[in-house]
């Protein structure tokens, strides 16, 4: 593709406090403080597949649309999710108490909540008991989300309501957070992904992590702060196809789409989020035998927000130490997985149905034909960005809201692409490199962001990131 195509002007502002900010709306009172409870307001909650009816949400019986992927939801064929606005904390806390008023059949109503970490990133969603209850978060946090599901026509949801705890352990301090908005400013960058998945941009599974220098060291000076790595696993890759089905998060599967679906709902990002990404990396291993030649395969990645659940599990978060499902399983090994290669629980997924692939992860159709450019289903390299820590957040954005944008091997715009980024990807910038002048939704300029080892893409497609220190000299590959 041309990069005529990809310098359109077209300006576009973006908040990062949060994914679900991007989607809800701002005049509508979210929540009403009384003895210490946060009550949510119905009425201000993004639903998917819900109506609000007499001052109540139940499922909505007219709604048209089939799931992405039916497959996954074995047994439940209609639900519904209503995600409230995320609401600031006086005080950190990790240990929410989280109630629920459903009539109906109350069993058929369940909720999640997480927060925001210091580093400005999403905890991943942690489950409600049954009825209400004490939810432990894995960080101390400084804003807190709640999100209902209603699964059924005989159940309806009168009200919600939070409180935050004593906290367990020891919480950060106010966090700088993710340094939101910074980046229009600074950045500048090139290459904007065209219409039919041709955009391009997306970096190799490295975890290069603290590459950006700024730091000093050697002679004296602090060592560098290297942030914390994201977990990384190989998984199976399948296609999801399935277009003008609806996904788990309420987005309509469209035939260029760029995302992935995860067999659990601990990391499934709000409706066009990007708040859970993974960076995606093709291997050359071909089929669930791994037939290819993987020693001279270049790889070719792609960021990658969650937006649905699945394939085969939604109760697998495999990149867990603490997975809530299969727990005397590895660590990064699917469900699906052991039970296609070595007849795990019977070769049966966890609705009873024989496993026919090893998959661990789906790709929505432009990611795999465009973005990592596929043959055939594929063992990649994942990495679970959410769960490595940030130093300077930034989400990817272009002007249409759905093209990706190029990722390349260098600052410019002669360097090759080696993959794409999605709109809404939340990447971590390691560094700031001068490079090729290019326009994006935040104007003209010629910076551009190191979001992996050899990756790279215009300052100017993404918010966030500003903060990251300069490219130490001699990082970046010589120009073709």
Known sequence: MSDDRCERTTVRTLTVLGAAALLLPTAVPVAHAEDGWLRQDLESADRVGLVLDDGALRLDEERTGAPAAPRREAGRTHSGLATFPEQPLEEATDVLDVRLQADGRTEDVSAEARGTRADGMWTEWHPVPDGGGRVVLDAGVFQVQVRVAVDGTDAVLDGVRL?????????????????????????????????????????????????????????????????????????????????????????????????????????????????????????????PEGKGDTENHEPRCAYLPVWDVGPWNITDDHWNADRQSWRDLDRGRPQAQAAYTEGYNDGLDG???????????????????????????????????WTGEYRARAEIATSTRSDPVIVRGGPGLEFDSVGLAAHAANVDVECRADGDSATGPFGTGATWYRIGEGHYVPAVFADGGAQAPECEPGTALPRP
Do not use: K, M
């Open 351 to 385: 609705f009873g149905r024989r496993v026919a692939n090893p998959a661990g992860i789906d790709l929505a159709d432009g990611a795999f034909r465009d973005g990592l450019q596929l043959p055939t289903n594929s063992w990649v390299e994942v990495d679970y960005l």
């Open 163 to 287: 409180r935050p705890l004593e906290p367990l352990d020891a919480v950060p301090e106010a966090g700088e957070g993710s340094d939101e908005g910074a980046g229009a400013g600074s950045g500048e960058g090139t290459d904007e992904g065209a219409g039919t998945g041709s955009g391009e941009q997306a970096d190799g599974g490295s975890d290069e992590g603290a590459g950006a220098g700024g730091e000093e060291g050697a002679d004296g000076g602090d060592l560098p702060d290297v942030p914390d790595a994201p977990y990384s696993a190989r998984l199976f890759a399948t296609r999801i196809g399935l277009v003008g089905g609806t996904t788990a998060n309420g987005h309509t599967v469209r035939p260029d789409d760029h995302f992935v679906a995860l067999p659990s709902r601990r990391g499934l990002a709000t409706r066009g989020g990007g708040e859970y990404t993974v960076r995606v990396c093709s291997t050359g291993a071909l089929g």
